[in-house]
């Protein structure tokens, strides 16, 4: 009888308060994996954003002709031509070289820049070329004010 | 014992509250993925489609609301977007299929056209003319997608690949 009085005497406060203690732990830790899911779950909506401006900046490029020239020998001199003061003025895919964009309208937090260099075939289309040639590398990068910037090369030749 | 009914009535709600809030940032984060995901394959299959565009003459009868387009194919599709918040697709004569019931049809600035010169083409009544739709070079859509307090904007002009090869011949038929 004694024994059985001695095994039916419950938690004592330190059982309880331990057990507590680990359960409201456990929950934090739960709580961190839930606010480690929104984060990845933000940045994915903000790499969407990004690649839909980074898409469209390249549409609006690869929409102009090679070159200001109908045929070679093609432009010398990379950039905007006189009296190209907006982008609706743009002609041709070089007049988007050095082109930027700080904040974009409808998304300030991104911002935009292009390089646009001569290539060749025969150097792999890597190396920038000092003279004119059949292909122009387009490089379009989109910045964002916490993430990495997003960046994408096209190669662009007269015919295509 | 009083003090552990106290005690366990302290650390007891405080891990309900957390167990609630944990629960409650989950239904929103999941509900708030599956936004995301749907209004970004929407806006992905309008692109892409877009961009299969044969000819700009397959613009004819679109409009801020309607994009017809016609891949190399022949097959028709077309996109709607229409009040309060339906943005469906159809494939040929068939019926509509939703690809998203959260737009936000009076944030969304819709289908936009330019001609050549990059100027707005704006389409007559009932959406472009042939006339109309043969100068078309470049599209701009521009959607906005919202569910409860969030938002989500995609905008991008699209410049569909075979634009760049010229139209199509009598021999490619």
């Given at each position: 009888m004694k024994n059985i009085q001695g095994n039916a005497k419950g938690f004592t406060l330190i059982e309880i308060m331990v057990s507590l203690i680990l359960l409201t732990l456990s929950f934090m830790v739960f709580l961190q994996a839930l606010n480690t899911g929104k984060t990845v779950r933000a940045n994915s909506e903000l790499r969407t954003v990004q690649s839909v401006i980074l898409n469209s900046m390249e549409n609006q490029i690869r929409a102009r002709g090679y070159d200001e020239n109908n045929a070679a020998p093609w432009s010398s001199s990379l950039g905007k031509d006189s009296g190209e003061t907006a982008i609706n003025h743009f002609d041709d895919i070089d007049d988007f070289h050095q082109y930027a964009i700080n904040e974009v309208s409808e998304h300030p937090a991104f911002g935009i820049s292009v390089a646009v260099t001569y290539v060749s075939a025969s150097s792999g289309f890597h190396t920038p070329q000092s003279n004119q040639t059949d292909y122009k590398s387009i490089m379009v990068k989109v910045t964002h004010k916490t993430l990495s910037a997003m960046t994408d090369t096209m190669i662009i030749s007269p015919g295509l | 014992m009083i003090i552990v009914i106290v005690a366990v009535g302290i650390i007891g709600s405080m891990a309900a509250t957390m167990l609630f809030q944990g629960a409650?940032?989950?239904?929103?984060?999941?509900?708030?993925?599956?936004?995301?995901?749907?209004?970004?394959?929407?806006?992905?299959?309008?692109?892409?489609?877009?961009?299969?565009?044969?000819?700009?003459?397959?613009?004819?009868?679109?409009?801020?609301?309607?994009?017809?387009?016609?891949?190399?194919?022949?097959?028709?599709?077309?996109?709607?977007?229409?009040?309060?918040?339906?943005?469906?697709?159809?494939?040929?004569?068939?019926?509509?299929?939703?690809?998203?019931?959260?737009?936000?049809?009076?944030?969304?600035?819709?289908?936009?056209?330019?001609?050549?010169?990059?100027?707005?083409?704006?389409?007559?009544?009932?959406?472009?003319?042939?006339?109309?739709?043969?100068?078309?070079?470049?599209?701009?859509?521009?959607?906005?997608?919202?569910?409860?307090?969030?938002?989500?904007?995609?905008?991008?002009?699209?410049?569909?690949?075979?634009?760049?090869?010229?139209?199509?011949?009598?021999?490619?038929?």
């Amino acid at each position: 009888m004694k024994n059985i009085q001695g095994n039916a005497k419950g938690f004592t406060l330190i059982e309880i308060m331990v057990s507590l203690i680990l359960l409201t732990l456990s929950f934090m830790v739960f709580l961190q994996a839930l606010n480690t899911g929104k984060t990845v779950r933000a940045n994915s909506e903000l790499r969407t954003v990004q690649s839909v401006i980074l898409n469209s900046m390249e549409n609006q490029i690869r929409a102009r002709g090679y070159d200001e020239n109908n045929a070679a020998p093609w432009s010398s001199s990379l950039g905007k031509d006189s009296g190209e003061t907006a982008i609706n003025h743009f002609d041709d895919i070089d007049d988007f070289h050095q082109y930027a964009i700080n904040e974009v309208s409808e998304h300030p937090a991104f911002g935009i820049s292009v390089a646009v260099t001569y290539v060749s075939a025969s150097s792999g289309f890597h190396t920038p070329q000092s003279n004119q040639t059949d292909y122009k590398s387009i490089m379009v990068k989109v910045t964002h004010k916490t993430l990495s910037a997003m960046t994408d090369t096209m190669i662009i030749s007269p015919g295509l | 014992m009083i003090i552990v009914i106290v005690a366990v009535g302290i650390i007891g709600s405080m891990a309900a509250t957390m167990l609630f809030q944990g629960a409650d940032i989950f239904v929103k984060e999941t509900n708030r993925q599956g936004f995301v995901s749907e209004a970004r394959s929407a806006f992905w299959r309008l692109m892409r489609e877009t961009q299969g565009q044969s000819s700009s003459a397959d613009f004819i009868l679109s409009d801020q609301n309607s994009l017809y387009v016609k891949n190399g194919k022949g097959d028709l599709k077309d996109f709607q977007t229409s009040s309060p918040d339906q943005f469906n697709f159809r494939l040929g004569t068939g019926s509509y299929n939703s690809l998203s019931n959260s737009l936000g049809y009076s944030q969304s600035n819709g289908f936009t056209f330019y001609n050549n010169n990059f100027n707005v083409v704006s389409p007559s009544s009932g959406g472009l003319n042939v006339a109309q739709a043969k100068t078309v070079h470049l599209s701009k859509l521009d959607l906005t997608f919202i569910n409860d307090m969030d938002t989500l904007s995609l905008t991008s002009f699209v410049y569909p690949h075979n634009f760049r090869f010229g139209s199509k011949m009598s021999y490619h038929d």
